[in-house]
């Protein structure tokens, strides 16, 4: 007879090595495959280990709720900060995702939730998009960075999470358009950002609020339609990518689809109202065919100075006929008039003439190189909005100088020197965040935060080397 201090706990092979015998000295039932004993035991096994937990906890601080604040990780049982180098929409949607607060709003300006203390524990994150967390993104690694707290991260996510399943839908309806109380429609649709009111980012109004177009599946059909329902005329572009600038608040319509005859853009397939999978670094655009830029009629040297305007053919510009309307004098137009030099028109004064010599101004988007050897490297500046200004190196890479170099008819981009290598401008910082994939055909077609939104100054201008050509 066996002690019971010697019984052994468990299933054991017998004597023999044929079988197994259980605890009790009772051999296994034949039928059982000794394998199936393994994986008996291999809840209990598991059972002792601890879980870890998949990814460092975060937390947004200093915010009126809990997914608008500071940017703070947990690491080796510290919070501590993220570094806003390389920092964009699309770093911050993975935040946003991973804490169950819908999708980031524009990056808000520097210190918006104050500086936080502490370690600072992430630089130059670098996020797909696709990300499930934050630690999944690239950066420099734990601890590593070259920052202060002035630059730490901030967050803001809109907290809007759809409850109507992804499927695609059509989002008109037999009912009428609801008439809102400042005239206009249900499904109305603007254009903004644009140089007039036929081109621009698209926005539409869905429950009384403006809302931005994911561009997945935006197209010239979709843009016709848009241009269309505005009294625009053709559609020219469809612009994707943010081209005119980062939206805010809901995205609204998603993986839009239309046929091009449609008369509103709510009448499209698409996903559904705020169904969607996108940051506003995906706004969809448009450029149409009407309103476009009047022309600049050349007058003799003799002409006064106010012989010099803008002089238009009114059979170029396209409007919905005399008398033809959907507005109220709340919506009355003006303009805004410059003299000779602002326009780019230089006066020249000779004894008691006065001549005049058009120099051409500059388009917007326009690029040029400053302070380099040759006009294929320098630093990098671009003409918007009537002015001059400079590029911040958050992001920038040689990527993104071979566009800028192809675009100036130069070489092959050699380097893309940021902190101002060429020496600081002045003026306005006028982009930040540039992310290039590397076959666009101009700088302003790459990715970027909205014009006024940056956390630089002129000792971060970026630079260009290009081969010359």
Same mark, same amino acid.
């Given at each position: 007879?066996?002690?019971?201090?010697?019984?052994?706990?468990?299933?054991?092979?017998?004597?023999?090595?044929?079988?197994?015998?259980?605890?009790?000295?009772?051999?296994?039932?034949?039928?059982?495959?000794?394998?199936?004993?393994?994986?008996?035991?291999?809840?209990?096994?598991?059972?002792?280990?601890?879980?870890?937990?998949?990814?460092?906890?975060?937390?947004?601080?200093?915010?009126?709720?809990?997914?608008?604040?500071?940017?703070?990780?947990?690491?080796?049982?510290?919070?501590?900060?993220?570094?806003?180098?390389?920092?964009?929409?699309?770093?911050?949607?993975?935040?946003?995702?991973?804490?169950?607060?819908?999708?980031?709003?524009?990056?808000?300006?520097?210190?918006?939730?104050?500086?936080?203390?502490?370690?600072?524990?992430?630089?130059?994150?670098?996020?797909?998009?696709?990300?499930?967390?934050?630690?999944? $993104?690239?950066?420099?690694?734990?601890?590593?960075?070259?920052?202060?707290?002035?630059?730490?991260?901030?967050?803001?996510?809109?907290?809007?999470?759809?409850?109507?399943?992804?499927?695609?839908?059509?989002?008109? &309806?037999?009912?009428?358009?609801?008439?809102?109380?400042?005239?206009?429609?249900?499904?109305?649709?603007?254009?903004?950002g644009g140089a007039n009111l036929c081109q621009g980012r698209v926005e539409i109004l869905h429950n009384g609020l403006w809302g931005t177009v994911c561009d997945d599946d935006w197209g010239l059909p979709d843009a016709a339609v848009v241009c269309r329902q505005l009294g625009c005329g053709t559609a020219m572009a469809a612009t994707t990518n943010a081209f005119f600038g980062y939206?805010?608040?809901?995205?609204?319509?998603?993986?839009?689809?239309?046929?091009?005859?449609?008369?509103?853009?709510?009448? $499209?397939? &698409?996903?559904?109202?705020?169904?969607?999978?996108?940051?506003?670094?995906?706004?969809?655009?448009?450029?149409?065919?009407?309103?476009?830029?009047?022309?600049?009629?050349?007058?003799?040297?003799?002409?006064?100075r106010e012989d010099w305007a803008w002089h238009t053919d009114p059979s170029d510009c396209f409007h919905l006929g005399w008398g033809q309307h959907n507005c109220g004098h709340h919506e009355d137009a003006g303009a805004l008039c410059a003299g000779p030099e602002e326009l780019g028109l230089q006066v020249q004064q000779d004894g008691s003439e006065t001549t005049r010599v058009s120099?051409?101004?500059?388009?917007?988007?326009?690029?040029?190189?400053?302070?380099?050897?040759?006009?294929?490297?320098?630093?990098?500046?671009?003409?918007?909005?009537?002015?001059?200004?400079?590029?911040?190196?958050?992001?920038?890479?040689?990527?993104?100088?071979?566009?800028?170099?192809?675009?100036?008819? $130069?070489?092959?981009?050699?380097?893309?020197?940021?902190?101002?290598?060429?020496?600081?401008?002045?003026?306005?910082?006028?982009?930040?965040?540039?992310? $290039?994939?590397?076959?666009?055909?101009?700088?302003?077609?790459?990715?970027?935060?909205?014009?006024?939104?940056?956390?630089?100054?002129?000792?971060?201008?970026?630079?260009?080397?290009?081969?010359?050509?």
């Amino acid at each position: 007879m066996r002690k019971e201090a010697e019984m052994l706990i468990g299933p054991q092979p017998d004597e023999k090595g044929w079988g197994w015998r259980l605890g009790d000295g009772s051999a296994a039932p034949p039928f059982l495959p000794q394998a199936l004993f393994f994986f008996l035991l291999l809840p209990l096994a598991s059972a002792l280990q601890p879980t870890p937990l998949p990814f460092p906890e975060l937390r947004l601080v200093g915010g009126p709720s809990r997914c608008r604040g500071r940017l703070e990780v947990m690491h080796g049982g510290s919070w501590g900060s993220v570094c806003d180098d390389d920092w964009d929409v699309v770093d911050a949607n993975v935040v946003c995702r991973q804490l169950g607060c819908g999708l980031a709003l524009p990056v808000p300006r520097p210190l918006a939730f104050g500086q936080g203390r502490g370690p600072i524990l992430l630089d130059n994150v670098e996020c797909r998009g696709q990300e499930a967390a934050l630690s999944e $993104c690239g950066s420099r690694g734990w601890g590593v960075h070259n920052c202060f707290h002035y630059e730490d991260v901030a967050v803001l996510c809109d907290e809007f999470l759809p409850t109507q399943p992804p499927t695609r839908k059509m989002l008109t &309806s037999r009912a009428p358009p609801t008439t809102l109380p400042n005239g206009k429609s249900e499904g109305s649709v603007r254009l903004v950002g644009g140089a007039n009111l036929c081109q621009g980012r698209v926005e539409i109004l869905h429950n009384g609020l403006w809302g931005t177009v994911c561009d997945d599946d935006w197209g010239l059909p979709d843009a016709a339609v848009v241009c269309r329902q505005l009294g625009c005329g053709t559609a020219m572009a469809a612009t994707t990518n943010a081209f005119f600038g980062y939206g805010t608040g809901h995205i609204l319509l998603d993986n839009v689809h239309c046929e091009g005859g449609e008369p509103r853009l709510a009448a $499209c397939q &698409s996903l559904g109202w705020g169904v969607h999978n996108c940051g506003h670094h995906e706004d969809a655009g448009a450029l149409c065919a009407g309103l476009g830029p009047p022309t600049l009629t050349a007058l003799p040297s003799s002409a006064t100075r106010e012989d010099w305007a803008w002089h238009t053919d009114p059979s170029d510009c396209f409007h919905l006929g005399w008398g033809q309307h959907n507005c109220g004098h709340h919506e009355d137009a003006g303009a805004l008039c410059a003299g000779p030099e602002e326009l780019g028109l230089q006066v020249q004064q000779d004894g008691s003439e006065t001549t005049r010599v058009s120099t051409p101004r500059p388009r917007d988007g326009h690029l040029r190189l400053v302070n380099g050897a040759h006009r294929c490297e320098g630093r990098v500046e671009l003409y918007l909005g009537q002015r001059w200004g400079t590029v911040c190196d958050d992001a920038w890479d040689l990527r993104a100088a071979g566009v800028l170099c192809r675009q100036l008819g $130069c070489g092959q981009a050699l380097a893309a020197p940021g902190e101002a290598h060429f020496g600081p401008g002045r003026g306005p910082i006028l982009l930040d965040n540039v992310k $290039c994939r590397g076959e666009e055909s101009a700088l302003l077609l790459c990715s970027h935060i909205r014009w006024d939104a940056h956390n630089c100054d002129h000792s971060e201008d970026a630079s260009v080397l290009c081969q010359p050509s």
